[in-house]
């Protein structure tokens, strides 16, 4: 799968920018934002960018029928694993391979903890133009020897010999959380820096001259319940923190990278565990609104069909699709986020590649209470930017706490990812204005509509529901 032009070109115009900054000139001149000069944006519906890529763990039964409803559900890529299709080799993966052909869905097949297995079947892949590579869920950077998984180091070699053969297979490494650093995996203690750039070395530099998708993934999950404590209901401390850190290293690496991020779609561990909470519509929209705040391209749902009951599943857990194949509240819920997604997504994909930070705002609904107020989980950021930092904004109010994704498309112009990031459970809405810099207009995606507004003072007061995010881009 190529990579689109325009998208190619936009390392280079970046590049382009900072040295022109070097050289003392104005990057924002570059974006017209100068009072009363005409800034005319692309027509960016006549481009067409890489798609969004909206993926699914735990595959559904290898029926037409079965592959048709995750499609229509808005996915267009999904990861072959599960009982319902049985390891690499099965002959499950090979139909269900010959459906996504049929259906033009992208497959990635899981290698994890079979690496042997991809030269007996890599032949018969490639045959489908639905394959585009394999996966690999959850190595650390040496030889697990407590469940003997693969380390990067393992996995590197085999990654080099296979793409030196099949320079257009891809291969998606899914990494640890950040807060599974603690855990023993019976190699040398790393922080998650050094994590990182393992991940680059052994991994991301085989496909630097590639132009098939070089990427880099994680999964981390950011909803939690627990009965027993004052508040109940709250997200990880350190979910803002592991997005953070892979887009930044996207954003700063030497190599062209496709970020993926994973999230909960469904309640998953122990009755009494803390994951064990059922995504509300909200929670997804949360999540999905947030990965695009940090500028991924990709998002993936854990999980798509529900997995056995075993391990970290319990009988009462259930995904997008129930065990006996049922859809439920969760696949309506996640159609939804998908369907409003994608009615924006060929615009944000013109900007997304430009990511340049994520800049909280604390609500005055919190900072007037107290002065001392912070959000846990936006204070875990390790690199937050400052709304000075944001071209072409003076300031941005908000009654209730929000974080806005930053970034650039090839021509400098600006686009802000706005979310209301606020436990759901709060049932906070959101009153916040954004004040801009000579800016007479913003095109609005909302609901994933564009509207087009007139700036009353170059302010644009915005609603958020619950959730709920929007995509604004101001011009004149």
């Not at 097949?109 to 585009?132: C, G, M, N, Q, T």
């Not at 996207?250 to 909960?264: A, E």
Request: aromatic share 12%; proline share 4%.
């Amino acid at each position: 799968m190529k990579r689109n032009i325009i998208k190619r070109f936009l390392c280079g115009t970046l590049t382009l920018n900072v040295l022109l900054m070097t050289l003392g000139c104005n990057k924002t001149s570059l974006s017209s934002t100068t009072k009363g000069e005409e800034n005319m944006l692309p027509n960016y519906d006549d481009v067409q960018a890489d798609p969004f890529i909206i993926n699914g763990w735990f595959a559904p039964e290898p029926t037409e029928e079965a592959f048709k409803e995750y499609k229509d559900c808005g996915f267009n890529y999904i990861f072959l694993i599960g009982t319902n299709v049985g390891s690499v080799g099965s002959s499950r993966i090979e139909t269900a391979l010959s459906i996504c052909d049929k259906l033009d869905i992208k497959a990635f097949v899981d290698v994890s903890r079979a690496l042997p297995s991809i030269d007996a079947v890599i032949e018969s892949y490639v045959k489908h133009p639905s394959f585009v590579g394999f996966n690999y869920d959850e190595p650390v950077i040496y030889k697990n020897t407590i469940n003997n998984a693969d380390g990067l180091v393992d996995i590197g070699p085999v990654v080099q010999k296979m793409h030196e053969k099949y320079p257009n297979v891809e291969f998606l490494v899914n990494l640890n959380p950040t807060t599974s650093l603690s855990y023993n995996w019976g190699t040398p203690s790393f922080t998650y820096e050094e994590y990182l750039e393992a991940q680059q070395q052994y991994i991301n530099s085989i496909y630097a001259e590639s132009d098939v998708y070089n990427w880099i993934s994680c999964d981390d999950y950011p909803l939690f319940y627990n009965e027993g404590a004052k508040t109940e209901y709250y997200l990880k401390t350190t979910w803002l923190q592991n997005l953070e850190y892979l887009s930044v290293a996207k954003r700063d690496s030497d190599y062209k990278l496709t970020s993926n991020f994973f999230i909960q779609s469904m309640a998953y561990g122990s009755a009494a565990g803390k994951r064990n909470r059922i995504p509300s519509y909200e929670d997804l929209r949360l999540q999905v609104y947030t990965v695009l705040a940090f500028g991924y391209d990709s998002v993936s749902y854990f999980c798509y069909a529900t997995p056995p009951v075993g391990g970290e599943f319990v009988d009462r857990q259930y995904a997008l699709i129930d065990r006996d194949g049922n859809q439920t509240d969760l696949y309506r819920n996640s159609k939804l986020v998908n369907e409003e997604i994608r009615k924006f997504s060929n615009v944000y994909m013109q900007f997304n590649d430009g990511w340049q930070g994520v800049c909280p705002v604390l609500g005055t609904n919190n900072t007037s209470k107290d002065p001392d107020y912070y959000n846990k989980t936006i204070d875990s950021m390790t690199t937050p930017l400052s709304i000075n930092k944001l071209s072409g904004i003076k300031n941005v109010t908000s009654d209730e706490d929000i974080i806005i994704g930053y970034m650039k498309d090839e021509k400098g112009n600006s686009g802000f990812m706005v979310v209301n990031y606020n436990e759901t459970h709060l049932n906070k809405k959101v009153n916040l204005n954004m004040e801009f810099n000579g800016f007479t207009k913003a095109d609005l995606y909302q609901n994933g509509e564009r509207t087009t507004i007139d700036l009353s003072n170059n302010s644009l007061p915005i609603k958020l529901n619950v959730g709920e995010g929007v995509f604004v881009i101001p011009h004149n």
